[in-house]
């Protein structure tokens, strides 16, 4: 029997929580995915708070909807996953996965004083010209206002990176999504490495930068690829995933 969209949602979702943990870019349990399941994008699947990465099933994630302003007192709804994931859903119908995280290197890269990504290799070069940049943190961002504000800085980009914060990418495929915001975190590996020798960069020039980002855009199998090789180590792992 095949599966409903909601359905097939809940398992990849799960599962892209429980590669993050496999691969030590979660924090703690705190940060949040979401994935829209209706037309509209208003219906969204989100983590429950406080719920390690490692340990989240299909049927755990939470069915909100982006409309409904009483989630905010919902006591398994992280104030800043409401805010952000909330605002996002229900303004910006395009964008059907959300995943905000605080890994090492991209949090490093955005606590710089002008944080930046320069294209140095083919990792690196994927987001030439394509990530926004967020330099007014202020706190926890667990206000619609700052939830607006955030979604406004993503309206003409899918990727944002959140100046002393973290990082949030977003797209139409939870496999796409999952890979970008790992090459992202590679990217910025790279990126700190290099410049932790003292040796200046050898910057790609634009063309070649550009170029190379454009060819990244055409692999999105190669993405879903990646994704489906890591869901099937997780469910071979642990079952538990799918239930």
């Known amino acids: 029997m095949s599966l409903s969209i909601e359905e097939k949602t809940r398992i990849d979702l799960a599962a892209a929580f429980r590669i993050v943990a496999h691969l030590g870019m979660h924090e703690a349990v705190a940060n949040h995915f979401s994935a829209a399941v209706s037309a509209d994008g208003k219906q969204f699947l989100i983590n429950p708070k406080w719920m390690h990465f490692s340990r989240i099933r299909a049927s755990d994630l939470l069915l909100l909807n982006a409309d409904d302003a009483s989630n905010k007192d919902n006591p398994k709804v992280d104030a800043t996953a409401w805010s ?120 790609l020039s634009d063309e070649v930068a550009e170029k190379t980002a454009q060819d990244w855009e055409k692999f999105t199998d190669f993405s879903q690829q990646h994704f489906e090789e890591m869901k099937a180590l997780m469910i071979k792992q642990d079952p538990s995933v799918l239930d």
């Not at 605080?102 to 990504?117: G, L, R």
């Not at 994927?126 to 990530?131: A, D, G, H, I």
């Not at 926004?132 to 955030?150: I, N």
């Not at 990126?191 to 003292?198: K, V, Y």
């Open 84 to 203: 952000i994931h909330g605002q996002l859903h229900q303004r910006l119908p395009h964008v059907r996965v959300a995943m905000h995280l605080h890994p090492v290197y991209a949090t490093a890269v955005s606590a710089m004083e002008n944080p930046h990504i320069p294209p140095i290799d083919q990792n690196t070069a994927r987001y030439f010209n394509r990530v926004s940049v967020d330099t007014m943190f202020g706190g926890m961002a667990d206000t619609v206002a700052e939830g607006e504000r955030l979604i406004g800085l993503l309206e003409n980009n899918s990727r944002l990176l959140m100046g002393n914060h973290g990082v949030m990418v977003t797209g139409t495929d939870i496999g796409v999504a999952f890979d970008d915001i790992w090459t992202l975190e590679r990217a910025c590996q790279i990126l700190i490495t290099a410049w932790s020798t003292g040796r200046p960069l050898n910057v």
